[in-house]
């Protein structure tokens, strides 16, 4: 089964622009989280959907948002790009069934650079 | 909401020796524990996990961790390391239906 897989890998914006990343989940799975990963501030939760419903959402202001198809594929976009966007974004999916609708599986992540 | 506290920013070890990472978690009610690993340039990789039943849990790559709910700790440990086993290892805790949450994370470092 093939894994979590995140497009594109490599990114790099001027500020100002807008940006749309995209994760398409592992087979099957329903549920998809996004997370943002700095040197400064860690992993932080940004968002979560579950056929195509926001779940959850983290402390990150408007100019970030997702989105989330029927095929299960989400994307996030974020507008107006600061510098401090900077950051590998990850993608995590989680399975369906009971026993383990709690794990979650992460991709190889995007890399973005803003300049 | 839950916190996670990795006691220990960077982890130096010989090869062959035995490693321990320290996890501590704070929550109000009952959470999922997990640990990640991640390599350079790479996304995290799920290494174990502790859903319920036993409080020892085994992982891949040889890594193991217990529970302790009097303690709410998860440590992770690895009898013995490899020069492959270097990279950035990443507790987690989640409620049901909520976020994971994510430690500051341990570097390991394993020497010759």
């Known amino acids: 089964k093939a894994g979590v897989t995140q497009t594109p890998r490599y990114l790099i914006k001027t500020r100002g622009q807008q940006v749309t990343l995209s994760c398409s989940p592992i087979s099957g799975h329903r549920s998809v989280s996004w997370y943002q990963q700095t040197p400064g501030q860690g992993l932080q939760f940004l968002f979560e959907y579950f056929s195509e419903t926001q779940r959850n959402k983290g402390n990150f202001p408007g100019r970030f948002s997702g989105r989330q198809f029927s095929n299960s594929r989400s994307e996030m976009n974020v507008s107006t790009l600061e510098l401090g966007d900077s950051a590998l974004y990850l993608c995590?999916?989680?399975?369906?069934?009971?026993?383990?609708?709690?794990?979650?599986?992460f991709g190889p992540g995007t890399r973005l650079l803003v300049l | 909401a839950q916190s996670v506290t990795q006691l220990d920013s960077q982890v130096p070890v010989f090869e062959e020796a035995p490693v321990e990472l320290r996890c501590n978690y704070s929550?109000?009610?009952?959470?999922?524990l997990f640990w990640y690993v991640q390599y350079p340039n790479q996304g995290l990789q799920l290494l174990l996990k502790?859903?319920?039943?036993?409080?020892l849990v085994k992982g891949i790559n040889g890594f193991e961790a217990e529970f302790n709910k009097s303690q709410t700790s998860f440590h992770l440990r690895k009898p013995s390391v490899h020069i492959s086993d270097t990279a950035e290892y990443f507790c987690a805790v989640k409620a049901a239906g909520n976020k994971l949450t994510f430690g500051g994370g341990t570097r390991v470092l394993v020497k010759p």
């Open positions: 995590a999916s989680s399975p369906t069934y009971r026993a383990d609708q709690e794990t979650q599986y």
């Open positions: 502790y859903l319920s039943g036993s409080t």
């Open positions: 929550s109000s009610v009952s959470v999922y």
